[in-house]
């Protein structure tokens, strides 16, 4: 039985095929980027909200301080990759994931700085396949492993994490960074 007769037999709806679906990684333009760092933005400063006694306005300050200094340049910052990603068939936008390789003590890793996928285009695997294609490229014997922070509160993330092979390496008040060894 195929996974589409599995997935109608089990009532999901719509269910699509990841292996039918070839992801393509678009190097984010000038205006996509706008948008995006104005949503991230947003979304980040709501997350760090979350259990904070500081005003709105600071922590919205704050939020646009750590994103402009982690990508001063833009979709120019050297090392960083800002990715929206499309169906290869369709051309429909299906998220964008935010990547950088990363040294480490004795290793680099690659760094999902963001990975986000539409609204009517989650819970259907689109996440899991953007982080295994991301895995798949990697060639450089060095890059050992690929590592995330996600916001605590975000407990399907965490779940989709751990379910791919993530483990935590450390855990603050606010974040959890995830680690898997690239195999």
Not at 89 to 112: D, M, N, T
Not at 137 to 155: D, R, W
């Amino acid at each position: 039985m195929n996974e589409i007769e599995l997935a109608r037999q089990i009532h999901l709806p719509e269910a699509i095929s990841l292996k039918e679906i070839s992801l393509i990684f678009n190097k984010m333009n000038a205006e996509e980027f706008k948008s995006y760092a104005h949503d991230s933005i947003k979304n980040y400063a709501n997350s760090l909200l979350q259990g904070s006694a500081k005003k709105p306005a600071d922590i919205l300050r704050e939020a646009t301080d750590d994103f402009t200094s982690l990508l001063p340049y833009g979709i120019n910052t050297t090392g960083h990759n800002l990715n929206v990603i499309v169906d290869a068939k369709s051309q429909e936008r299906l998220g964008i994931v935010w990547y950088a390789i990363e040294p480490r003590e004795s290793c680099h890793v690659l760094f999902i700085y963001d990975i986000d996928v539409v609204t009517n285009q989650r819970r259907k695997g689109i996440a899991t396949r953007i982080i295994n294609d991301l895995m798949a490229k990697i060639t450089h014997p060095s890059i050992l492993h690929v590592e995330l922070s996600v916001f605590i509160h975000n407990k399907v993330a965490i779940n989709l994490y751990k379910k791919l092979g993530f483990s935590p390496i450390e855990i603050s008040a606010l974040t959890m960074t995830m680690r898997k060894p690239i195999l």
